[in-house]
Structures are given as C-alpha cells and as structure tokens.
C-alpha cells in the first residue's frame, strides 16, 4: 500500500521561505518522475514543480526562478523549496508521482502572510 507523507509547510511571511519535503512508503521514488502539487479550495489542482527519474525539471511559469524540485533517491524522499513567497503561494502542497499517480496523501498547509 503506497503512503505519500508531505511536511515542512507552515506560516512565513511574504518574501520567506519553506522547504517541503515528501516521504513515500510502499513505492520507490528511484526511476520514477514525481512531482509537488497545489491545490486551494474551490479551484483545480495545479502542477507545481515535477522531476523525471533523470533529473530533468519543469516549473510552473509562476514559481519558475523561485521554487527548486529535488529529490533525494537514497532516503526516498524528495524536495521543493521555496523562496519569495508571496499570498498567492498560499495553498495546501502535495506531492505525488507522475502518470501514475497514486493515491493522494493529505497534503501540507502553506501560508504566506503578513
């Protein structure tokens, strides 16, 4: 049974930073592309960030230059971190593999406010 265990997300002010981190059990991240996700209520989910098995990376036009995707394959576990944070970063952060997904974990609240 796969589990996907987000954390590191919490309050920061705008222009702060946050680094998320995504365990996984019952699956190996190893070869495998993943990926952060957002989603606030009422609105769809929106790919964040995403990294193939062979380290190549794409951001969404509104983090790009502010968030950075890692992935440690040894700990199976990976990473976004994110700096210059605005209000509008301010959502509930996934993390997931890519096509297929699995089942959703329960996600980590990010809250940029002043």
């Known amino acids: 049974q796969v589990r996907l265990v987000e954390s590191g997300g919490g309050l920061v002010q705008p222009g702060g930073s946050l680094r998320l981190s995504c365990g996984a059990s019952?699956?190996?991240?190893?070869?495998?592309?993943v990926g952060w996700y957002r989603q606030a209520p009422g609105k769809q989910r929106e790919q964040v960030a995403a990294?193939?098995?062979?380290?190549?990376?794409d951001y969404a036009d509104s983090v790009r230059g502010r968030f950075t995707i890692s992935r440690d394959n040894a700990k199976n576990t990976m990473y976004l971190q994110m700096n210059s944070l605005t209000p509008e970063d301010s959502d509930v952060y996934y993390c997931?593999?890519?096509?297929?997904?699995?089942?959703w974990g329960q996600g980590t609240q990010v809250t940029v406010s002043s």
């Open positions: 019952g699956i190996t991240f190893s070869g495998r592309a």
């Open positions: 990294i193939t098995g062979g380290g190549w990376t």
């Open positions: 997931n593999t890519v096509r297929p997904y699995q089942l």
